[in-house]
Nanobody, 119 residues
Framework: QVQVVESGGGLVQPGGSLRLSCTATVYVRPFSTYGMGWYRQAPGKQRELVAH???????NYSNSVKGRFTISRDNAKKTVYLQMNSLRPEDTAVYYC???????????WGQGTQVTVSS
């Protein structure tokens, strides 16, 4: 019902910034009715939820990114963003976005976008 494409990753030095984008194609319900989450998966680690925004714009962050990352959405563009500041080497991972309708997370994932923080 929803397909997503992530973009905006790259190589950045520690302390730098990146903005990730996730653009959705929706087939049944309006994009504005979905909550959206940003996940990341580092090599050898489980995928973890780092930021979430509800359909009405409430946000939540994992402790590891709180104060450094900001999630936002533009419903007209069917896009959710992740502004990442003060990046650290431990932020290196593939970042994915995932739609949520009510309490149900989508089973489909995008291809992800690689973020590498290194000097």
């Amino acid at each position: 019902q929803v397909q997503v494409v992530e973009s905006g990753g790259g190589l950045v030095q520690p302390g730098g910034s990146l903005r990730l984008s996730c653009t959705a194609t929706v087939y049944v319900r309006p994009f504005s009715t979905y909550g959206m989450g940003w996940y990341r998966q580092a090599p050898g680690k489980q995928r973890e939820l780092v930021a979430h925004i509800t359909s009405v714009g409430q946000t939540n962050y994992s402790n590891s990114v709180k104060g450094r990352f900001t999630i936002s959405r533009d419903n007209a563009k069917k896009t959710v963003y992740l502004q990442m500041n003060s990046l650290r080497p431990e932020d290196t991972a593939v970042y994915y976005c995932r739609p949520q309708y009510g309490s149900a997370w989508s089973d489909s994932w995008g291809q992800g976008t690689q973020v590498t923080v290194s000097s």
